[in-house]
């Protein structure tokens, strides 16, 4: 059974906070993608990555930062939390050129 | 304009009923279509996906694309309430490029 797993399934921080969001996919799969999930806004791409050490900027980087070491393994970082950044973040994995992406099950992220 | 606009419901059916989901976008470079459904409180999964123009059929589910006119369709056939999710479109252009999502369509089917 395939997996992608989310370090934490709820979150609560404060604002200033430095928050990291770990992603674990054990499909052996080159790309890896972090979205935010807001209601009327949809899945928004964060950033993405294509192969360890490798990272692109998706629709909305700003205040995101994100770090692959592995392959597997793929994190998010808030370098200073804001309370705009409260949402649901989900991330994904799938195949190079593939069209099906695997989900997590999502955190949801509270900035208090 | 946005690259794909998908209608965010609520829509609200009777069991039995056929359902109609549709998303239209702009970039005519897209080749790969995709309906993924999301349950409440989970992560997208796939439901179907075609290559350019053209039908799928799965089981209840029929996906059309049509290039032409920029518009791909997901009908739901004697929808169950077990269908009752969020449905959104996703496209993207060939080779290793992520995916454009749809803002997503929130259905329920009612008993």
């Known amino acids: 059974d395939v997996k992608v797993t989310q370090s934490s399934r709820y979150l609560v921080k404060r604002t200033g906070e430095k928050v990291f969001l770990e992603c674990v996919q054990d499909?052996?799969?080159?790309?890896m993608f972090w979205y935010r999930q807001d209601p009327g806004l949809g899945l928004r791409l964060i950033y993405f990555?294509?192969?360890?050490?490798?990272?692109e900027k998706g629709d909305i980087p700003e205040g995101y930062s994100v770090s692959r070491e592995k392959k597997e393994r793929f994190s998010l970082i808030l370098e200073s939390a804001s309370t705009n950044q409260t949402s649901m973040y989900l991330c994904?994995?799938?195949?190079?050129?593939?069209?099906?992406?695997?989900f997590g099950p999502g955190t949801r992220l509270t900035v208090t | 304009q946005k690259e794909v606009e998908q209608d965010p419901g609520p829509l609200s059916v009777p069991e039995g009923a056929i359902v109609s989901l549709n998303c239209t976008y702009s970039?005519?470079?897209?080749?790969?279509f995709m309906w993924y459904r999301q349950y409440s409180r989970k992560g997208p999964e796939l439901l179907m996906y075609?290559?350019?123009?053209g039908n799928k059929e799965d089981g209840r589910f029929t996906a059309q694309v049509d290039k032409s006119s920029k518009y791909i369709s997901l009908f739901i056939r004697d929808s169950q309430p077990s269908d009752s999710a969020t449905y959104l479109c996703?496209?993207?252009?060939?080779?290793?490029?992520?995916?454009?999502f749809g803002k997503g369509t929130r259905l329920s089917v009612i008993a």
């Open positions: 994904a994995s799938s195949a190079h050129s593939g069209n099906e992406q695997y």
């Open positions: 970039n005519s470079a897209f080749q790969y």
């Open positions: 075609t290559y350019s123009s």
């Open positions: 499909m052996d799969h080159e790309n």
């Open positions: 996703a496209m993207r252009r060939t080779g290793n490029t992520p995916l454009v």
């Open positions: 990555s294509y192969d360890v050490k490798m990272k």
